[in-house]
Protein backbone atom coordinates (compact mmCIF):
# COMPACT_ATOMS: atom_id res chain seq x y z
CA UNK A 1 0.00 0.00 0.00
CA UNK A 2 2.98 2.47 0.62
CA UNK A 3 4.54 1.55 -2.82
CA UNK A 4 1.39 2.63 -4.01
CA UNK A 5 0.98 5.65 -2.44
CA UNK A 6 4.30 7.20 -3.24
CA UNK A 7 4.19 5.70 -6.86
CA UNK A 8 0.83 8.04 -6.87
CA UNK A 9 2.31 10.79 -5.02
CA UNK A 10 5.49 10.84 -6.98
CA UNK A 11 2.98 10.41 -10.74
CA UNK A 12 0.63 13.57 -8.73
CA UNK A 13 4.25 15.55 -7.82
CA UNK A 14 5.23 15.71 -11.60
CA UNK A 15 2.21 16.46 -12.57
CA UNK A 16 2.12 19.60 -10.30
CA UNK A 17 5.66 20.56 -11.80
CA UNK A 18 4.29 20.15 -15.61
CA UNK A 19 1.09 22.26 -14.47
CA UNK A 20 3.46 24.74 -12.84
CA UNK A 21 5.13 25.23 -16.34
CA UNK A 22 2.02 25.04 -18.13
CA UNK A 23 0.80 27.60 -16.20
CA UNK A 24 4.49 29.87 -16.79
CA UNK A 25 3.57 29.85 -20.64
CA UNK A 26 -0.17 30.21 -20.35
CA UNK A 27 0.24 33.45 -18.12
CA UNK A 28 3.34 34.62 -19.94
CA UNK A 29 2.52 34.39 -23.55
CA UNK A 30 -1.60 33.48 -23.73
CA UNK A 31 -2.62 36.50 -20.79
CA UNK A 32 -4.75 36.30 -18.23
CA UNK A 33 -8.23 37.16 -20.33
CA UNK A 34 -7.62 33.88 -22.67
CA UNK A 35 -6.61 31.96 -18.99
CA UNK A 36 -9.83 32.70 -17.48
CA UNK A 37 -11.62 31.66 -20.80
CA UNK A 38 -9.85 28.39 -20.89
CA UNK A 39 -10.83 27.76 -17.30
CA UNK A 40 -14.12 28.72 -17.90
CA UNK A 41 -14.21 25.91 -20.49
CA UNK A 42 -12.83 23.55 -18.14
CA UNK A 43 -15.40 24.11 -15.88
CA UNK A 44 -17.96 23.95 -18.30
CA UNK A 45 -17.22 20.33 -19.05
CA UNK A 46 -16.73 19.54 -15.69
CA UNK A 47 -20.11 20.17 -15.13
CA UNK A 48 -21.57 18.15 -18.08
CA UNK A 49 -19.05 15.32 -17.12
CA UNK A 50 -21.14 15.11 -13.87
CA UNK A 51 -23.87 13.64 -15.67
CA UNK A 52 -22.05 11.15 -17.67
CA UNK A 53 -20.20 9.83 -15.05
CA UNK A 54 -23.41 8.72 -13.09
CA UNK A 55 -21.94 5.29 -14.73
CA UNK A 56 -18.64 5.99 -16.04
CA UNK A 57 -17.26 7.61 -12.95
CA UNK A 58 -15.35 6.83 -9.87
CA UNK A 59 -18.35 4.22 -8.65
CA UNK A 60 -16.32 1.66 -11.23
CA UNK A 61 -13.63 1.29 -8.69
CA UNK A 62 -16.34 0.00 -6.52
CA UNK A 63 -18.19 -2.02 -8.98
CA UNK A 64 -15.09 -3.38 -11.13
CA UNK A 65 -14.30 -5.93 -8.58
CA UNK A 66 -17.70 -7.57 -7.87
CA UNK A 67 -19.51 -7.37 -11.71
CA UNK A 68 -18.85 -8.81 -15.14
CA UNK A 69 -16.78 -6.48 -16.91
CA UNK A 70 -18.46 -6.86 -20.18
CA UNK A 71 -21.71 -5.55 -18.23
CA UNK A 72 -19.82 -2.79 -16.53
CA UNK A 73 -18.11 -2.14 -20.24
CA UNK A 74 -21.42 -1.69 -21.68
CA UNK A 75 -23.33 -0.02 -19.71
CA UNK A 76 -20.79 2.96 -19.30
CA UNK A 77 -20.43 3.30 -22.96
CA UNK A 78 -24.03 3.18 -24.13
CA UNK A 79 -24.65 5.88 -21.39
CA UNK A 80 -22.02 7.93 -22.68
CA UNK A 81 -22.81 8.14 -26.17
CA UNK A 82 -26.81 9.06 -25.14
CA UNK A 83 -25.52 11.76 -22.68
CA UNK A 84 -23.22 13.23 -25.12
CA UNK A 85 -26.04 12.84 -27.56
CA UNK A 86 -28.45 15.09 -25.33
CA UNK A 87 -25.75 17.49 -25.06
CA UNK A 88 -25.67 18.00 -28.46
CA UNK A 89 -29.45 18.80 -28.74
CA UNK A 90 -29.23 21.19 -25.79
CA UNK A 91 -26.63 23.31 -27.19
CA UNK A 92 -27.25 23.07 -30.54
CA UNK A 93 -31.64 24.48 -29.43
CA UNK A 94 -30.07 27.05 -26.92
CA UNK A 95 -27.69 28.38 -29.32
CA UNK A 96 -30.51 28.36 -32.12
CA UNK A 97 -33.50 29.83 -29.86
CA UNK A 98 -31.61 31.43 -26.92
CA UNK A 99 -28.35 32.96 -27.76
CA UNK A 100 -27.85 34.66 -25.05
CA UNK A 101 -27.76 32.08 -22.36
CA UNK A 102 -25.81 29.87 -24.29
CA UNK A 103 -23.18 31.80 -24.43
CA UNK A 104 -23.65 33.14 -20.55
CA UNK A 105 -22.62 29.60 -19.94
CA UNK A 106 -20.46 28.41 -23.33
CA UNK A 107 -17.41 30.97 -24.49
CA UNK A 108 -17.96 32.18 -27.82
CA UNK A 109 -16.86 29.40 -30.34
CA UNK A 110 -16.18 26.84 -28.06
CA UNK A 111 -19.17 24.83 -28.01
CA UNK A 112 -18.19 22.15 -29.88
CA UNK A 113 -14.88 21.95 -28.39
CA UNK A 114 -16.40 21.44 -25.14
CA UNK A 115 -18.35 18.75 -26.64
CA UNK A 116 -15.34 16.67 -28.24
CA UNK A 117 -13.66 17.37 -24.92
CA UNK A 118 -16.83 15.60 -23.06
CA UNK A 119 -16.21 12.50 -24.78
CA UNK A 120 -12.25 12.00 -24.81
CA UNK A 121 -12.49 12.74 -20.75
CA UNK A 122 -15.34 9.74 -20.39
CA UNK A 123 -13.68 7.36 -22.20
CA UNK A 124 -10.38 8.45 -20.33
CA UNK A 125 -12.58 8.50 -17.06
CA UNK A 126 -13.66 4.71 -17.43
CA UNK A 127 -10.12 3.38 -18.39
CA UNK A 128 -8.68 5.32 -15.52
CA UNK A 129 -11.42 3.81 -12.74
CA UNK A 130 -11.61 0.06 -14.32
CA UNK A 131 -7.96 -0.27 -13.26
CA UNK A 132 -8.06 1.68 -9.99
CA UNK A 133 -11.20 -0.85 -9.27
CA UNK A 134 -9.02 -3.74 -10.70
CA UNK A 135 -5.62 -2.15 -8.14
CA UNK A 136 -3.70 -1.40 -11.21
CA UNK A 137 -2.35 1.81 -9.66
CA UNK A 138 0.75 1.75 -10.85
CA UNK A 139 -1.18 1.15 -14.85
CA UNK A 140 -3.30 4.31 -14.31
CA UNK A 141 -0.31 6.41 -13.05
CA UNK A 142 1.62 5.68 -15.72
CA UNK A 143 -1.19 6.69 -18.10
CA UNK A 144 -1.93 10.02 -16.19
CA UNK A 145 2.00 10.46 -16.98
CA UNK A 146 1.45 9.94 -20.42
CA UNK A 147 -1.50 12.26 -20.45
CA UNK A 148 -0.24 15.83 -18.87
CA UNK A 149 3.28 15.16 -20.37
CA UNK A 150 1.28 15.40 -23.79
CA UNK A 151 -0.91 18.35 -22.67
CA UNK A 152 2.65 20.74 -21.85
CA UNK A 153 4.56 19.53 -25.00
CA UNK A 154 1.34 20.09 -27.14
CA UNK A 155 0.68 23.54 -25.63
CA UNK A 156 4.41 24.31 -26.08
CA UNK A 157 4.20 23.54 -29.58
CA UNK A 158 0.75 25.09 -30.41
CA UNK A 159 2.00 28.66 -29.16
CA UNK A 160 5.87 28.03 -30.80
CA UNK A 161 5.24 26.56 -33.73
CA UNK A 162 1.64 26.89 -34.65
CA UNK A 163 1.72 30.77 -32.80
CA UNK A 164 -1.24 30.36 -31.01
CA UNK A 165 -1.71 32.81 -28.47
CA UNK A 166 -5.07 32.60 -27.52
CA UNK A 167 -7.54 30.03 -25.06
CA UNK A 168 -7.20 27.90 -28.31
CA UNK A 169 -3.72 26.55 -27.63
CA UNK A 170 -4.67 25.86 -24.29
CA UNK A 171 -8.20 23.76 -25.68
CA UNK A 172 -6.24 22.12 -28.07
CA UNK A 173 -3.91 20.83 -25.46
CA UNK A 174 -6.27 19.73 -23.49
CA UNK A 175 -7.62 17.32 -26.46
CA UNK A 176 -3.93 16.19 -27.90
CA UNK A 177 -3.37 15.01 -24.38
CA UNK A 178 -6.89 13.18 -24.06
CA UNK A 179 -6.84 11.59 -27.34
CA UNK A 180 -3.45 10.25 -26.68
CA UNK A 181 -4.32 8.84 -23.20
CA UNK A 182 -7.18 7.39 -25.19
CA UNK A 183 -5.33 5.38 -27.05
CA UNK A 184 -2.94 3.81 -24.51
CA UNK A 185 -5.67 3.64 -22.15
CA UNK A 186 -7.98 1.44 -24.14
CA UNK A 187 -4.71 -0.85 -24.40
CA UNK A 188 -4.49 -1.11 -21.52
CA UNK A 189 -7.78 -2.28 -20.59
CA UNK A 190 -7.73 -4.73 -23.46
CA UNK A 191 -7.09 -8.17 -21.46
CA UNK A 192 -10.43 -7.63 -19.90
CA UNK A 193 -12.29 -8.11 -23.16
CA UNK A 194 -10.01 -11.26 -24.04
CA UNK A 195 -11.14 -12.94 -20.81
CA UNK A 196 -13.92 -15.21 -20.57
CA UNK A 197 -16.32 -14.05 -18.69
CA UNK A 198 -19.56 -16.65 -17.93
CA UNK A 199 -20.93 -14.49 -15.51
CA UNK A 200 -21.61 -12.02 -17.60
CA UNK A 201 -24.62 -14.20 -19.08
CA UNK A 202 -26.14 -14.05 -15.39
CA UNK A 203 -25.78 -10.60 -14.69
CA UNK A 204 -28.55 -8.45 -15.96
CA UNK A 205 -27.90 -5.13 -17.82
CA UNK A 206 -31.04 -3.16 -16.48
CA UNK A 207 -30.14 -4.33 -12.89
CA UNK A 208 -26.79 -3.77 -12.80
CA UNK A 209 -27.73 -0.50 -14.51
CA UNK A 210 -30.53 0.13 -11.24
CA UNK A 211 -27.31 -0.62 -8.34
CA UNK A 212 -24.38 2.02 -10.47
CA UNK A 213 -27.36 4.41 -11.01
CA UNK A 214 -27.94 4.22 -7.19
CA UNK A 215 -24.84 4.36 -6.46
CA UNK A 216 -23.55 6.96 -9.28
CA UNK A 217 -26.09 8.96 -8.56
CA UNK A 218 -24.85 10.12 -4.97
CA UNK A 219 -21.59 10.55 -5.55
CA UNK A 220 -22.36 12.44 -8.90
CA UNK A 221 -25.08 14.90 -7.08
CA UNK A 222 -22.20 15.64 -4.44
CA UNK A 223 -19.94 16.77 -7.40
CA UNK A 224 -22.73 18.28 -8.88
CA UNK A 225 -23.09 20.63 -5.70
CA UNK A 226 -19.10 20.89 -5.37
CA UNK A 227 -19.21 22.37 -9.11
CA UNK A 228 -21.91 24.59 -8.60
CA UNK A 229 -19.90 26.11 -5.58
CA UNK A 230 -16.84 26.55 -7.64
CA UNK A 231 -18.99 27.90 -10.53
CA UNK A 232 -20.90 29.97 -8.62
CA UNK A 233 -17.78 31.83 -7.59
CA UNK A 234 -16.06 32.12 -11.09
CA UNK A 235 -19.38 33.41 -12.46
CA UNK A 236 -19.74 36.16 -9.45
CA UNK A 237 -15.71 37.23 -9.87
CA UNK A 238 -16.39 37.67 -14.11
CA UNK A 239 -19.60 39.84 -13.82
CA UNK A 240 -18.35 42.06 -11.14
CA UNK A 241 -14.63 42.21 -12.16
CA UNK A 242 -14.03 40.35 -15.34
CA UNK A 243 -12.37 37.35 -17.72
CA UNK A 244 -8.98 39.12 -16.41
CA UNK A 245 -9.66 38.35 -12.54
CA UNK A 246 -10.71 35.13 -12.90
CA UNK A 247 -7.56 34.31 -15.19
CA UNK A 248 -5.42 35.26 -11.73
CA UNK A 249 -7.91 33.44 -9.30
CA UNK A 250 -8.04 30.45 -11.34
CA UNK A 251 -3.92 30.83 -11.48
CA UNK A 252 -3.64 31.06 -7.71
CA UNK A 253 -6.16 27.93 -7.26
CA UNK A 254 -3.77 26.30 -9.56
CA UNK A 255 -0.39 26.95 -7.59
CA UNK A 256 -2.47 25.72 -4.53
CA UNK A 257 -3.71 22.65 -5.71
CA UNK A 258 -0.10 21.86 -6.23
CA UNK A 259 -0.73 20.53 -2.31
CA UNK A 260 -3.82 18.45 -3.36
CA UNK A 261 -1.65 15.77 -4.93
CA UNK A 262 -1.01 14.82 -1.09
CA UNK A 263 -4.85 14.12 -0.39
CA UNK A 264 -5.55 13.07 -3.54
CA UNK A 265 -2.68 10.51 -3.90
CA UNK A 266 -3.69 9.17 -0.41
CA UNK A 267 -7.25 9.38 -1.08
CA UNK A 268 -7.35 7.14 -4.36
CA UNK A 269 -5.42 4.45 -2.63
CA UNK A 270 -7.32 4.33 0.17
CA UNK A 271 -10.30 3.98 -2.05
CA UNK A 272 -8.98 1.34 -4.15
CA UNK A 273 -7.96 -0.61 -0.87
CA UNK A 274 -11.41 -0.32 0.94
CA UNK A 275 -13.86 -0.98 -1.83
CA UNK A 276 -11.81 -4.26 -1.78
CA UNK A 277 -12.14 -5.29 1.73
CA UNK A 278 -15.30 -6.59 3.97
CA UNK A 279 -13.77 -5.67 7.58
CA UNK A 280 -15.17 -1.68 8.32
CA UNK A 281 -12.36 -1.71 11.56
CA UNK A 282 -10.08 -1.89 9.49
CA UNK A 283 -11.31 0.29 6.37
CA UNK A 284 -11.93 3.10 9.44
CA UNK A 285 -8.11 2.22 10.77
CA UNK A 286 -6.53 3.06 7.87
CA UNK A 287 -8.99 6.27 7.21
CA UNK A 288 -8.27 8.12 10.51
CA UNK A 289 -4.13 7.02 9.76
CA UNK A 290 -4.53 8.34 6.29
CA UNK A 291 -6.61 11.64 7.15
CA UNK A 292 -3.58 12.77 10.04
CA UNK A 293 -1.38 12.15 6.76
CA UNK A 294 -2.69 13.54 4.51
CA UNK A 295 -3.59 16.85 6.93
CA UNK A 296 0.05 17.21 7.91
CA UNK A 297 1.48 16.92 4.88
CA UNK A 298 -1.03 19.47 3.20
CA UNK A 299 -0.57 22.11 5.84
CA UNK A 300 3.30 22.21 5.73
CA UNK A 301 3.46 22.27 1.97
CA UNK A 302 0.66 25.41 1.72
CA UNK A 303 2.82 26.91 4.69
CA UNK A 304 6.57 26.84 2.33
CA UNK A 305 4.32 28.01 -0.75
CA UNK A 306 2.91 30.73 1.82
CA UNK A 307 6.47 31.88 2.17
CA UNK A 308 7.29 32.83 -1.37
CA UNK A 309 7.32 36.98 -1.52
CA UNK A 310 4.44 38.73 -3.69
CA UNK A 311 7.08 39.88 -5.82
CA UNK A 312 7.70 36.15 -6.78
CA UNK A 313 5.18 35.02 -8.58
CA UNK A 314 4.80 38.47 -10.46
CA UNK A 315 8.48 37.81 -11.89
CA UNK A 316 7.74 34.32 -12.76
CA UNK A 317 3.82 35.37 -14.10
CA UNK A 318 3.67 38.47 -14.88
CA UNK A 319 3.39 41.71 -13.22
CA UNK A 320 -0.55 41.06 -13.90
CA UNK A 321 -0.64 37.83 -12.13
CA UNK A 322 0.55 39.50 -8.72
CA UNK A 323 -2.79 38.65 -7.07
CA UNK A 324 -2.17 34.62 -6.95
CA UNK A 325 -0.06 35.28 -3.58
CA UNK A 326 -3.50 36.88 -1.82
CA UNK A 327 -5.30 33.92 -3.26
CA UNK A 328 -3.07 31.67 -1.71
CA UNK A 329 -3.15 33.23 1.38
CA UNK A 330 -6.36 32.86 2.10
CA UNK A 331 -7.12 29.43 -0.13
CA UNK A 332 -4.24 27.75 2.36
CA UNK A 333 -6.41 26.50 5.47
CA UNK A 334 -9.55 25.32 2.48
CA UNK A 335 -6.53 23.11 0.91
CA UNK A 336 -5.79 21.40 4.30
CA UNK A 337 -9.69 21.17 5.24
CA UNK A 338 -9.84 19.42 1.36
CA UNK A 339 -7.60 16.94 2.39
CA UNK A 340 -9.28 15.95 4.94
CA UNK A 341 -12.27 15.91 2.28
CA UNK A 342 -11.08 13.83 0.23
CA UNK A 343 -9.99 11.16 2.80
CA UNK A 344 -13.69 11.26 4.13
CA UNK A 345 -15.41 10.84 0.82
CA UNK A 346 -13.38 7.90 -0.76
CA UNK A 347 -14.19 6.15 2.79
CA UNK A 348 -17.44 6.78 2.73
CA UNK A 349 -17.54 6.01 -1.21
CA UNK A 350 -15.80 2.86 -0.31
CA UNK A 351 -17.97 1.27 2.22
CA UNK A 352 -21.08 2.26 0.01
CA UNK A 353 -22.44 5.04 2.02
CA UNK A 354 -21.66 8.11 -0.59
CA UNK A 355 -25.28 9.50 0.67
CA UNK A 356 -22.79 11.24 3.64
CA UNK A 357 -20.59 12.81 0.64
CA UNK A 358 -23.54 14.39 -0.73
CA UNK A 359 -25.24 16.13 2.69
CA UNK A 360 -21.30 17.17 2.92
CA UNK A 361 -21.19 19.24 0.08
CA UNK A 362 -24.76 20.70 0.50
CA UNK A 363 -23.49 21.83 3.97
CA UNK A 364 -21.37 23.64 2.09
CA UNK A 365 -23.04 24.88 -0.63
CA UNK A 366 -25.46 26.44 2.85
CA UNK A 367 -22.02 28.70 3.40
CA UNK A 368 -21.04 29.30 -0.19
CA UNK A 369 -24.09 31.17 -0.93
CA UNK A 370 -23.53 33.52 1.70
CA UNK A 371 -20.33 33.90 1.68
CA UNK A 372 -19.88 34.78 -1.61
CA UNK A 373 -22.36 36.84 -1.60
CA UNK A 374 -20.75 38.98 0.63
CA UNK A 375 -17.26 38.42 0.71
CA UNK A 376 -16.17 38.72 -3.18
CA UNK A 377 -18.04 42.28 -3.79
CA UNK A 378 -16.24 43.37 -0.96
CA UNK A 379 -12.58 41.92 -1.72
CA UNK A 380 -12.55 40.50 -5.13
CA UNK A 381 -10.57 37.20 -5.46
CA UNK A 382 -9.36 37.48 -2.06
CA UNK A 383 -13.14 37.02 -0.66
CA UNK A 384 -13.45 34.33 -2.86
CA UNK A 385 -10.59 32.47 -1.60
CA UNK A 386 -11.99 33.14 1.64
CA UNK A 387 -15.11 31.73 0.98
CA UNK A 388 -13.74 28.36 -0.50
CA UNK A 389 -12.26 27.82 2.88
CA UNK A 390 -15.17 28.36 5.07
CA UNK A 391 -16.92 25.82 2.57
CA UNK A 392 -14.69 23.28 3.18
CA UNK A 393 -14.65 23.84 7.08
CA UNK A 394 -18.23 22.99 7.47
CA UNK A 395 -18.22 20.01 5.03
CA UNK A 396 -15.47 18.40 7.05
CA UNK A 397 -16.74 19.18 9.90
CA UNK A 398 -20.20 17.47 8.94
CA UNK A 399 -18.07 14.61 7.41
CA UNK A 400 -16.65 13.91 11.24
CA UNK A 401 -19.60 14.11 12.93
CA UNK A 402 -20.48 11.25 10.67
CA UNK A 403 -18.08 9.31 10.55
CA UNK A 404 -17.36 9.71 14.55
CA UNK A 405 -21.08 8.25 14.63
CA UNK A 406 -20.26 5.23 12.81
CA UNK A 407 -17.30 3.83 14.07
CA UNK A 408 -17.23 5.65 17.96
CA UNK A 409 -13.94 7.41 17.14
CA UNK A 410 -13.09 9.80 19.71
CA UNK A 411 -11.94 12.93 18.58
CA UNK A 412 -8.51 12.61 20.04
CA UNK A 413 -7.38 9.76 17.77
CA UNK A 414 -7.17 12.30 15.05
CA UNK A 415 -4.35 13.96 16.81
CA UNK A 416 -0.96 13.16 15.07
CA UNK A 417 1.49 11.08 17.25
CA UNK A 418 4.87 9.80 17.17
CA UNK A 419 4.10 6.37 16.71
CA UNK A 420 1.69 7.87 13.32
CA UNK A 421 5.19 8.62 12.55
CA UNK A 422 7.37 5.86 13.15
CA UNK A 423 4.68 3.42 11.47
CA UNK A 424 5.00 5.51 8.32
CA UNK A 425 8.73 5.50 8.70
CA UNK A 426 8.92 1.28 9.05
CA UNK A 427 6.78 0.95 6.30
CA UNK A 428 8.79 3.28 3.92
CA UNK A 429 12.06 1.36 4.91
CA UNK A 430 10.28 -2.12 4.57
CA UNK A 431 9.62 -1.04 0.93
CA UNK A 432 12.38 0.76 0.15
CA UNK A 433 14.07 -3.15 1.31
CA UNK A 434 11.97 -5.10 -0.79
CA UNK A 435 11.90 -2.88 -3.92
Known amino acids: ?7 TFGTRLLNAIVGFVTLWFG ?29 SGSGLIYFTPRKPFSVIYKLSHIWIFTIVGIICIIFYALYSLCPNIYHGFVPEGYGIHIIIMVLLYSFNNFNMNVLLGKERVGTQNLLFIIQFMT ?12 D ?5 AFVYSLITGYVMVNIFGFISILRYFKKSDTKSEKVSLISTAKEMLQFGSMIQLSTLVTMINRRISYIVIKNVFGDGEVGVYTSGTQVSEATKLIGHSIAL ?35 AICLIPKSVFAWIFSDEFAGIKDVLLTLS ?20 KPKYNLYGTLVGLAITIPSISILIPMYGIVGAGISVSLTYFGTILYQWIIFKKINGTRTKELI ?16 FFKS
Not at 1 to 7: P, Y
Not at 416 to 431: E, G, I, R
Request: glycine share 4%; charged share 15%; with cysteine.
Open 27 to 55: TNFLGKEAWGIGATVLVDVSLLLIAVELL
Open 416 to 431: PTLNDFKTLVTSVKAQ
Open 164 to 168: IRNAD
Open 151 to 162: QMISMITYIFIF
Open 269 to 303: VQFSTISNMDDDKKAAAITVTFLKLACVLTAISMF
Open 1 to 7: MIKKIFG
Open 333 to 352: PGMVFLSADMVFSHYFSGIN
